[in-house]
């Protein structure tokens, strides 16, 4: 496939049967492989009409913060151009996939979401774009048939399959590409949008994009061989994204300094409003999630606590104690070191009981999370044979909900760890220990789940810590 006006150079080839960009020939490290003019860059920056985002803004209003709802309205605006179809776009459009072929859970009935993904929050999220997608849809129709002068409104069909391509291929714009304003816009970039996501400890992207002079140019990182796909980077998003976005998950889906990029929505109360990004890795990227989850039980158990709290400890205290220099491979750390997640601001210093009940809160609920996962069919879900690989939905469907029961089981370990460690009566939990044990064997957990009590008991219990 070529693109008017742009240079693209003969070493790739375009694979009909995969979507995928292939080197046809050796290429070698730093050899520009393909050159995007702004003419066939989709943007409202040059291909698409104002009309269009003034019609995504008089149709999509929510009570979201300024700056999610303009975003939303540029994606809103870009995707109905290319619902529309214009003839100018028509063969770059005909080459991408529809929602169904890109396997996205949207497109899965009850029925297939159920029982591949049941225990995961994923559910409720799919329930929400799926809801999300119909109202925009609604809102835009109602407009529409009020200005039928502006445009006329595509099918449900057309616009859930621009959404689609909007969300799993667009770019952010940046450098000369951006507006006059400043503001950066999605962009559909033909061929480069057709490359694989590569991240992680396994795989490493290939090829680098950049903006120079008004063009988009790619070049290869290194030595590239005959028949490899080509391949970017997405970003370090978590694999109930990519599932939800892209129709796929990765089975290794860890950095290098041992952080996994997937993230557990959890409610430590159920139906409450208060949401904690769980995530396994180094001790800076969960102690303060740990505390978070601990602060909540002890202001839901007992509010009056919090007024009798002791004073925070200093950052030269701790801060010492969760520098593991991991870095972030996108520029800044998840978590500051010794930033407000790390402030131990409980009563539970005051009170080895109250902390004590907290703790064990935390294990019931978490354990009660790991039971929607049926431990009784670990086993079946966890074993991918040959006959699962081929059914792409039950294999992603499987890395998503074992890759959740990691960090459920990640956590659940660390609060019995730290239980047994202040010597808590507990009563008798039944659980499966088998498939708690299972669920954490996997690169560097065991090591972070110990570094991650350790340091616990290190900054809100020396006294124990230092007799261990």
Known sequence: MRCKDSEVCDALCFNEATRELYADSFITEGFILMRLSKQVIISRQYLVPDCFIEIARGAIKDNTSSQQQAEHQEDIALALYLANREEAIKPYLDILPSCIDQ???????????????????????????????????????????????????????????ALAWVRSRAFGMDGALRTNSGDAVPAMMPLLDLCNHARGRTVSKNISYSYEEGCVVVKALRDISPGEVLRITYGALPNSLLLMNYGFCLEENYEPDGSSNDILAFEPIAGGALVIDLRTGPKSYTYGKLVQALECYLAH?????????????????????????????????LYAACGDDYRCSSACDN???????????????????????KLGEIKQVTDIDSQL???????????????????????????????????????????NPCALSSNLDCIN????????????????????????
């Open 103 to 161: 396997n996205l859970p949207v497109t899965w009935t009850l029925e297939e979401r159920a029982p591949r993904l049941c225990g995961s929050p994923v559910l409720k999220e799919i329930e929400l774009r799926e809801r999300k997608n119909f109202e925009d849809y609604k809102n835009i129709s109602d407009f529409l048939a009020c200005n039928e002068h502006l445009l006329k409104c595509p099918s449900k069909e057309a616009f859930d399959n």
């Open 301 to 333: 158990s007992e509010e009056d606590h919090r007024e009798t709290a002791i004073e925070e400890e200093s950052e030269s205290d701790s801060c010492h104690l969760l520098e593991d220099n991991e870095e972030d491979l996108d520029g800044s750390m």
């Open 351 to 373: 009170d080895l009981s109250l902390e004590c009940e907290a703790l064990r809160n935390l294990e019931t609920r978490l354990l009660s999370l790991l039971r929607n996962y």
């Open 389 to 431: 690989a081929a059914n792409t939905r039950n294999r992603f469907s499987s890395i998503l909900t074992r890759s959740e029961m990691r960090t459920i089981s990640f956590f659940l370990q660390v609060a019995r760890r730290i239980l047994s460690m202040l010597r808590f009566k507990r009563d008798h939990l039944q659980y």
């Open 445 to 468: 957990l065991k090591k972070q789940m110990e570094d991650l009590v350790d340091v616990y008991m290190r900054i809100r219990h020396p006294d124990i810590s230092l007799r261990r």
